[in-house]
Nanobody, 124 residues
């Protein structure tokens, strides 16, 4: 049974950092396309960052240079290091997994499995 469990969210001041984790079970992150998405109240879900099977990464323009996606295959866990957080980064963050096919980094409908999310709050 595939399961994704996010953690690491919380409240931080603008300019601060957080690291999100997504523990995977029922499959191996090493052979899936993985990604982070976020959704703020009243806004559409948006892709934040993605990493493919080879470790190549892709970022939304809004987070380039501030966020880093990575995975630890031994721990079967996906991470999102978020630095220089801004108020507009506040949202529920979800991790997602796509088992195969082509890599469309930030297309939400390409991802089959989703976690329940972890909340990030940024105060100015």
């Amino acid at each position: 049974q595939v399961q994704l469990v996010e953690s690491g969210g919380g409240s931080v001041q603008a300019g601060g950092s957080l690291r999100l984790s997504c523990a995977a079970s029922g499959f191996f992150v090493s052979v899936y396309y993985m990604a982070w998405f976020r959704q703020a109240p009243g806004k559409e879900r948006e892709g934040v960052a993605s990493i493919n099977k080879l470790g190549t990464t892709f970022y939304a323009d809004s987070v380039k240079g501030r966020f880093t996606i990575s995975k630890d295959n031994a721990k079967n866990t996906l991470y999102l290091q978020m630095n220089s957080l801004k108020s507009e980064d506040a949202a529920m963050y979800y991790c997602a997994a796509n088992p195969g096919g082509l890599w469309f980094p930030l297309r939400a409908h390409e991802y089959k499995y989703w976690g329940h999310g972890t909340q990030v709050t940024v105060s100015s």
